[in-house]
């Protein structure tokens, strides 16, 4: 039906006019006579309908907060909307503000305005912004830094900022033209970063270096342009920044790709402990690989994608493969600056140019000393962290064990009570681990689960952090075996416990991670597979972030993400999952692990093809998970049973009965040893075996 | 013009265009697009603008991470979703970290973080306000009523005018005031309408 209008209702056809029906609309006050004509004419009626309609409309409209731009269009430039200047053209128009070339009535002189773009509706930030740039630059006087004039209000309302005009070229372009040597370029980008040196031992963090914010004037001198991004440091201190933008929180849309090339790893990461003052070294560094290659270190990029990549992962070629007549030095100087490690940067533009000091003046540089020390302590702690994620049950305990025990040995937490519930717990639970226990899975494995489990309630409700961390264990040996009701409990309150204390900076990403990983277990195993999805999402962003893309904990957490999809019958999202998995799983070290964990993998691709009905080749999928698996595990290891459970079925389904009847033996026998004859896999083992027997006889 | 064409794109749409990493339009544009709203639902959650931006900003770059390893699961509904899902992570990290540093806060409005229901609830409120501002933004740039219609219209909406002194001020009839308001009305729903249908994520 055609809504009604207003212009619809003509005049002297004796209904109730405009005026009274918006009256009666916002007072509701129809009189008697007025009442009686409504639920007669539908004319009428409707218009009062669409008048409520309209008024409820626009009380939400409203509600979206009060307007400061009008919605007529705005004064046109030569309008003089800027009191004291004359706005002579555009310069630059970006997501923030517009530049005008201008003219400072008063003086004559040239300079450049900056007028906040379109105030209005949400400018809010926008307008902090730049008041907060007007600010930075107005207490900054530094030669290599743009000279603020004065900032007011334009007549808009909206304010302005007036600055010295800097006539030259942008960094990049002035390298290009100008045939420069490698040393030449080093004195240039000396006083780039001389200038961001003066920034940042005033507490600013340019946050958006890039060659367009830097322009070299007439003189040849170097101005950096732009503090629109910058963030001034706050509790620098220790070294912690208040912010960690990839170009400032208050960045806008346009801005975004432009300012990819400069970012750290740690801001494309998300890293906001390792965001500080290196940011801008890593963006200078970029621009010097930049002017002495005449590319960017990772220029083979394809796509933002591949930058992205590439800037956590990979390491760009030395300058001086590049371009000939960089010393080894400079490549030095050139990498150091690149490393994606923050700490092994040069931790300000001041040091930066002090280094570029003695490297003018032929000193030894500081950077040759990278301290045999610091790498090592770095390797062992990446193999630590890859060593300490658990691969089965028992690993995980002891995994976890040892991870707290150490994680509270350098705390004033009681260090003696913590490792000797571990140890005690360890050791109680290393009699009911189905992997080391031997049969010992038939002894009413749960009843005594639970009583662990209160027991380390009573010993440790005092302590969450510590209570959470066997909390998650219990519950994934509750898994272990198949019971998701026991696990919910103790998983649940872990998850509360270590949510909360991750909000107090009491638990780290890692910690998080594992819980979430042990609630996604225990959704999937409740059969909440989307519910499980999110929280193995959780857990892998917290992995990736926290052990890296590559660890072990990463790529099986992946693996799992794979399964929930799969269980919503998400075969594509499931695929692209487990392909990631298999990739990343090829960089794993070679541990029992890893081949556990890739056995896994190549058993969900192999799940995927039999559920598409492609059974030969997922048969040769199965096969080749089982010999990943093979050296690693003892021959009755469960892993074992289940891939020959798999392996059997898919015998079954090309024809070749009678070893399929073989494996299914084997996997039965296996499985009943090892998961107990209660256990899903158990039975599902003895059913085929039964069918398969009953089909040979 | 471009602005218009991606503001009117649907969200569906624009997922596919960022398959192309190389399609900085249309990265533009998402961001363009939900940036507002994540900052917007870090504020309600009791957020400093500050710290909701930082957030957001976090949010869109994994996201980008994201998209890029084929994360993002495309069935309908689930953007919001996920992206919520992100940025409860990255205000949490900023919690956590301004509690390593002792930083004290008044944190009673918080939502429960954990409490997906009511974070989703302050999403759609979100998302709904940025298709306004949006829809308004919209309206200025390409109100194609005189100047007058949208001024009435203005005055009595926004400046909560009287339409009695509306139309004296403007020199218009009682009646035309009304007319504008409803005229400005119709026009604002169409374009909400459309927006609506853009910020779906309903295959394109």
Known sequence: ?697 | MKETQDASRTTSAMLVALADPQNAVAWEAFDARYRPILIGFARNLGYNDHDAAEAAQETILRFLIEWRDGRYDKSRGRLGAWLVGIMRFRLLDQRRQRATANIGRGESAMVDMNDDASLSQVWERERRESVLRESLEELRRTSRSDPKTVKAFEMLVYHTLAPKVVADELGMSLHDVYLAKSRVAARLREIVARLELAYSEEPA
Request: with cysteine; aromatic share 6%; proline share 4%.
């Open chain 1, 1 to 697: 039906m055609r809504r009604p209008e207003l212009t619809d209702v003509g005049p002297g056809d004796g209904c109730i006019g405009i005026e009274r029906l918006e009256a009666i609309a916002a007072a509701d006050d129809a009189t008697p006579s007025e009442s009686g004509h409504l639920s007669l004419c539908a004319r009428c009626s409707e218009l009062l309908e669409a008048i409520k309609g309209d008024n409820a409309f626009l009380a939400e409209v409203k509600g979206v907060g009060p307007i400061r731009r009008s919605l007529v269009a705005p004064d046109a430039i030569d309008d003089g909307p800027v009191p004291g200047y004359k706005l002579i053209g555009e310069l630059h128009r970006g997501g923030q503000g517009v530049v005008y070339r201008a003219e400072q009535l008063a003086t004559r002189r040239s300079c450049a305005v900056k007028r906040l773009l379109g105030g209005g509706l949400a400018s809010g930030r926008a307008r902090r912004r730049f008041e907060r740039e007007v600010e930075l630059v107005a207490n900054m006087r530094h030669p290599g830094v743009v000279t603020l004039y004065e900032s007011g209000l334009a007549r808009d309302g909206e304010p302005f900022f007036a600055m010295e005009l800097v006539v030259g070229e942008r960094f990049d372009s002035y390298i290009r033209m100008s045939v420069l040597t490698p040393r030449q370029v080093v004195e240039l980008f000396r006083s780039v970063v001389d200038a961001v040196a003066y920034a940042h031992r005033r507490g600013v963090i340019h946050r958006d270096l890039k060659p367009g914010n830097v322009l070299v004037d007439t003189d040849g001198h170097p101005r950096v342009l732009d503090f629109g991004l910058a963030r001034p440091m706050e509790n620098s201190a220790v070294g912690m920044l208040d912010g960690f933008g990839l170009a400032g929180g208050e960045t806008v849309a346009g801005e975004f790709l432009g300012t990819f090339a400069y970012a750290a790893p740690e801001q494309l990461r998300g890293d906001p402990d390792a965001i500080d003052s290196r940011i801008d070294v890593y963006a200078l560094g970029v621009m010097l690989y930049e002017a002495l290659c005449g590319s960017k270190p990772f220029a083979s990029a394809a796509s933002v994608a591949d930058l992205l990549l590439q800037r956590l992962e990979a390491k760009p070629r030395r300058p001086s493969e590049i371009s000939p007549g960089i010393d080894r030095d400079l490549d030095v100087i050139a990498l150091k600056l690149l490393d994606p490690e923050p700490d092994r940067r040069y931790g300000t533009a001041d040091e930066l140019r002090d280094e570029l000091d003695r490297y003018l003046q032929g000193k030894p540089i500081l950077a040759r000393e990278d301290s045999f020390v610091y790498v090592a302590v770095k390797t062992i702690r990446r193999h630590w962290a890859a060593s300490s994620v658990a691969g089965g049950v028992l690993l995980l305990i002891v995994g976890a064990s040892i991870a707290l025990s150490i994680a509270y040995a350098t705390t004033d937490i009681a260090l003696g009570k913590a490792q000797k519930s571990l140890s005690s717990l360890k050791n109680s639970m290393t009699n009911v681990d189905p992997e080391l226990g031997r049969g010992s899975s038939q002894l009413g494995v749960n009843e005594f689960l639970a009583l662990v489990t209160e027991q380390v309630n009573q010993e440790l409700g005092d302590d969450p952090e510590l209570l959470s961390g066997i909390l998650v264990t219990l519950g994934l040996v509750h898994l272990g075996f198949d019971d998701a009701v026991g696990a919910q409990d103790a998983i649940e309150r872990a998850h509360a416990m270590r949510f909360d204390a991750f909000a107090q900076g009491a638990c780290t990403k890692e910690e998080l991670a594992e819980v979430e990983f042990a609630l996604a277990r225990l959704r999937f195993n409740l059969g909440d597979y989307t519910a499980s999805e999110r929280a193995y999402h959780a857990a892998f962003v917290l992995y990736e972030e926290s052990v890296g893309p590559h660890a072990l904990a990463t790529v099986e957490t992946l693996r799992q993400l794979a399964s929930a999809y799969r269980a919503q019958g998400k075969f594509q999202e499931a695929r692209q999952f487990l392909k990631s998995a298999f990739d990343r799983s090829a960089s794993l070290e070679v541990s029992r692990e890893a081949a556990i964990s890739k056995a896994a993998i190549l058993n969900g691709m192999a799940a995927l093809g039999r559920a598409e009905g492609d059974f030969a080749s997922t048969l040769g999928l199965y096969q080749e998970a089982l010999d990943a698996l093979a050296p690693y595990v003892e021959p009755d290891d469960f892993r074992v049973g289940r891939t020959l459970y798999s392996i059997a079925l898919m015998q079954d389904a090309i024809g070749e009965q009678a070893s399929a009847t073989e494996n299914a033996r084997e996997a039965h026998r296996i499985l009943l040893l090892r998961k107990g004859p209660e256990a899903k896999t158990t039975k599902e083992a003895a059913a085929l075996l039964a069918r398969l027997s009953s089909g040979t006889l």
